[in-house]
């Protein structure tokens, strides 16, 4: 391999020596593994400074202890291929369907894809996803099958799963074990001979893709860059073509796969930049940036992220609130996908609405935040933006349940209410397919249909399932459910499928007579009876007893679905008190409990902070 230092003059390095890759699979199909081992076999890393199981490309506590990958990470290697010197930039991926976001950012500075498909698993639903959006691309796609080095590995089938699934012919796909090493030679020789080099002219003026940012407490903003023209160097007045902002590159270099600074990045090279950028949000992903004083046309973008999924969070502690944001906010600059507002609640206090991708990126969101922050929450039930459309044309997008119309409202200018679906593929064996169409159906699924993978040989056969699904539908337990009812072996992608009109209406609870806010909910209205009963039932079981009888209530509208009654407290500390009604009695009953200050107040009802936390937990 030769020293690595020793070829960091970056200007050997014309297009015609760099490949631009990434590496895209299913979930736990070998990614990072891969990663790991081209690095080490191109000299980037040596094993020897590894300790076990630590990934390189994988950084954040939480992907670790989850085993997947949430943000984009780079590494540049170098490789001598037949006597020539090469540079090839890995831009990895992250493997879920909540972030394809990042996974097609990070393929649009690429011109190629490994795709790795598990040997023992064979073809799985992001297998699919990730293929199509690496093809729709145009990227040229180099097929690796991973694991054969398991007993389980099932090559010649996975093969033919490859060839009817994607077009592949088996010729093409190269045999490996990420994990012992074989094969992983031919990997580096395939992409250098397989994907094309990128395209660049050194004399022209500078242009920079930016395609991803990360947050440094000292340096401010990092970009990652790939240079599509000219030559970018430390000391370079720059523009961005968005925001028409002037910055110095203050430092410009390779991920190598820690930074390493070289004072200049060349046409079709791929580096970090810090340039005096303050904040995140001055980092538009799909931004071109230029040289100040020379103009230039834009490269296409991206388009800028959706929050699909909305909930609300609240410190357990009220006077918390003011840590919490704060931590938000600093998260925040880390992970600019997430929107934030705040808000407020009679039941919770102050607290903070979020907007995620996804719910995993929600539960991401949430663990890195009780894990780097210490913070002690509440988080309310996810929901999903509903559209609402008034009788006048009017359009308004709807993320917190409190502020849903009232559509049973005779006098309701609603016209139409419509939520967002999606387009849902499961891979299943075919033992399952009943479990799992039961599940879609459930689950409100329309246009259900499903093929088979496998040529029938028999034994074991796949399917894959489509349909369209209600996003609210999936951001809950679908998940869950979905690898429980297949005995773990189901997997499940989805994309974005736009509106469609729905029988929606907000299910309100009221304690003794007075709705509390946070427990909103918008049902379909096939579905009012059995979640109206489902909770009352859980309210009754949490909320503790009062010296009164509570009756608990389920409403659409004015509508009562479901009621339970919440029998007076037996043993009753205000025998003595004569007559007086029940707020004397209530007051003298408070008097004596210590662990008042953690209660809330809502229609007179006590309602400790814990019974939320059970509740909304209890949710998932
Ligand atoms: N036996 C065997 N195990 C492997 C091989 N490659 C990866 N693994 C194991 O498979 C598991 C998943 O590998 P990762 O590299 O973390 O998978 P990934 O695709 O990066 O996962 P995400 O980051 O979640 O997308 C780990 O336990 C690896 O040790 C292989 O070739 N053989």
């Not at 984009?72 to 972030?99: C, E, R, W």
């Not at 969101?365 to 996810?382: G, K, M, V």
Request: aromatic letters at 6%.
């Amino acid at each position: 391999m030769g020293p690595v230092r020793a070829t960091l003059q970056l200007e050997d390095y014309h297009p015609e020596a760099i490949r631009n890759f990434s590496i895209i699979a299913h979930i736990d199909h070998g990614k990072s593994t891969l990663a790991d081992r081209l690095l080490e076999l191109t000299g980037t890393v040596h094993t020897a400074l590894k300790g076990d199981n630590q990934q390189f490309l994988d950084k954040l506590k939480v992907e670790r202890e989850r085993g997947i990958t949430v943000k984009a990470q780079t590494a540049s290697m170098f490789h001598v291929h037949k006597g020539s010197n090469y540079l090839l930039n890995l831009i990895d991926t992250p493997g879920h369907v909540d972030f394809s976001w990042e996974v097609s950012r990070s393929m649009a500075a690429c011109q190629g894809a490994l795709l790795l498909v598990d040997s023992t698993q064979g073809v799985q639903a992001q297998s699919l996803s990730v293929f199509h959006a690496a093809h729709e691309r145009g990227l040229k796609i180099i097929p690796v099958m991973n694991k054969i080095d398991l007993p389980a590995s099932q090559p010649d089938r996975v093969a033919a799963q490859i060839e009817s699934t994607f077009g592949i012919s088996p010729s093409e796909i190269l045999l490996i074990s990420a994990k012992t090493g074989q094969g992983v030679h031919d990997v580096l020789e395939a992409i250098v001979e397989r994907i094309p080099a990128p395209i660049g002219e050194q004399n022209e003026r500078l242009k920079a893709f930016l395609f991803d940012s990360s947050y440094d407490k000292y340096r401010g903003v990092i970009s990652l860059v790939s240079i599509q023209d000219g030559v970018l160097r430390r000391g370079d007045k720059i523009v961005s073509c968005h925001t028409k902002r002037r910055y110095e590159v203050t430092e410009v270099g390779l991920m190598h796969p820690e930074e390493v600074s070289t004072g200049q990045l060349y046409p079709g090279q791929v580096g970090y930049i810090a340039c005096n950028m303050k904040q995140s949000s001055e980092a538009h992903i799909g931004d071109t940036l230029h040289r100040f004083g020379e103009s230039v046309e834009p490269m296409a973008g991206f388009k800028p992220t959706k929050a699909m999924v909305y909930a609300g969070i609240y410190p357990v502690d009220s006077n918390d609130f003011v840590k919490l944001e704060e931590s938000i906010k600093r998260l925040t600059l880390t992970d600019r996908s997430v929107t934030m507002a705040r808000e407020s609640s009679t039941a919770l206090g102050q607290g903070c609405r979020l907007g995620f991708l996804g719910s995993l990126h929600m539960d991401v969101f949430r663990q890195r935040l009780e894990d780097e922050y210490d913070a002690n929450i509440i988080i309310t039930a996810p929901t999903v933006p509903y559209k609402v459309i008034y009788r006048d044309g009017g359009e308004v997008l709807i993320s917190n349940p409190t502020n849903f119309p009232d559509v049973t409202d005779p006098a309701s200018k609603v016209k139409e209410i419509q939520e967002p679906v999606v387009n849902a593929t499961i891979i299943v064996p075919d033992d399952y397919l009943g479990e799992m169409m039961d599940l879609c159906f459930k689950r409100r699924a329309e246009e259900l249909d499903h093929k088979y993978l496998d040529a029938a040989d028999g034994s074991a056969a796949r399917t894959m399932l489509t349909c369209i699904l209600p996003l609210s539908e999936i951001v809950t337990d679908f998940f869950d459910n979905l690898k429980s009812r297949s005995s773990g072996f189901a997997s499940f992608d989805y994309e974005d499928a736009g509106y469609r009109a729905s029988q929606l209406s907000k299910m309100t609870f009221l304690l003794n007579g007075k709705g509390v806010d946070a427990l909103a909910l918008v049902v379909h209205r096939s579905q009012e009876q059995a979640i109206g009963r489902e909770w009352v039932k859980k309210l009754h079981k949490i909320i503790p007893r009062q010296i009164f009888e509570v009756p608990i209530q389920a409403a659409v509208g004015k509508r009562i679905i479901a009621r339970e009654t919440l029998s007076a407290y037996r043993a009753d500390v205000t025998a003595g008190l004569y007559g007086g009604h029940h707020e004397r009695k209530l007051k003298h009953l408070n008097n004596q409990k210590e662990s008042k200050k953690r209660m809330k107040r809502v229609g007179k009802v006590d309602l400790p902070q814990e019974a939320f936390f059970d509740l909304l937990s209890s949710r998932k």
